[in-house]
């Protein structure tokens, strides 16, 4: 079954850092997400893409943070100057379609664990 | 700001069983709804989803949806001790492609 796969699985870095978390979306899917979830808390939205431009963000989802498809199968999300309250689980998902019955649920994949000491 | 509420439980019940989970949602203009089960530090995985007044049945599962009431609920029958996680309804709000989640209601099955 397709899925979608996240690398790395856990990464460790300094305040101050730069992270960037990389994804391999489903194939055929065209619409793509972030979410994060902080310790202990609900899944919260960051932001998704569409057709290689941010179709809708979060207030999370501020200066600090930017997504990228650089090519035709990755989608990066780069944190710059990483804060200790980054630290979280970072989700990749993707969909087929971004509304209606048909092809809008939204998969995801296994995480990206952030710990920023 | 769209809510969507679930009791955290705990929600214990014995092997057998069935479990009853229930989600709440404040946007009016919901369109779309999902349970999804998110093991202790794994992630979300869909388990049902439901746009339609009524029930939807999948195997062991049944989601059922009231609009007039903004309520969605998930039945889990004979539930197991593999069931044991945390379930998490997520709605999809009309003109957005985004899902907006609950807490979550942490199952716990006993053998």
């Known amino acids: 079954e397709p899925e979608v796969t996240q690398t790395p699985s856990h990464q460790v870095t300094q305040m101050g850092q730069e992270v960037i978390l990389r994804c391999v979306p489903i194939?055929?899917?065209?619409?793509f997400y972030w979410y994060r979830q902080i310790l202990g808390q609900k899944v919260e939205f960051l932001v998704s893409?569409?057709?290689?431009?941010?179709?809708?963000k979060s207030e999370i989802f501020d200066d600090q943070f930017s997504v990228e498809r650089p090519d035709g199968s990755n989608f990066t999300l780069k944190i710059r100057s990483t804060k200790l309250e980054d630290s979280a689980m970072y989700f990749c998902?993707?969909?087929?379609?971004?509304?209606?019955?048909?092809?809008?649920?939204?998969?995801f994949g296994e995480g990206s664990w952030l710990t920023v000491v | 700001q769209k809510e969507v509420e679930q009791n955290s439980g705990p929600l214990s019940v014995p092997e057998g069983a069935i479990a009853s989970l229930n989600c709440t949602y404040s946007d009016r203009g919901s369109q779309s709804f999902f349970w999804y089960r998110q093991y202790s530090g794994k992630s979300p995985e869909l388990i049902m989803s439901i746009y339609s007044n009524g029930d939807k049945e999948d195997g062991r599962f049944t989601a059922q949806l009231n609009k007039a009431s903004q309520y969605v609920s998930l039945l889990i029958r004979d539930s197991q001790p593999s069931d044991s996680a945390t379930y998490l309804c997520a709605v999809k709000n009309s003109g957005y492609s985004t899902l907006t989640f609950g807490k979550g209601t942490m199952l716990l099955v006993s053998p």
């Open positions: 893409f569409y057709n290689n431009e941010i179709s809708e």
């Open positions: 194939s055929n899917h065209l619409y």
């Open positions: 998902a993707s969909s087929l379609a971004p509304r209606g019955p048909s092809g809008n649920t939204i998969y």
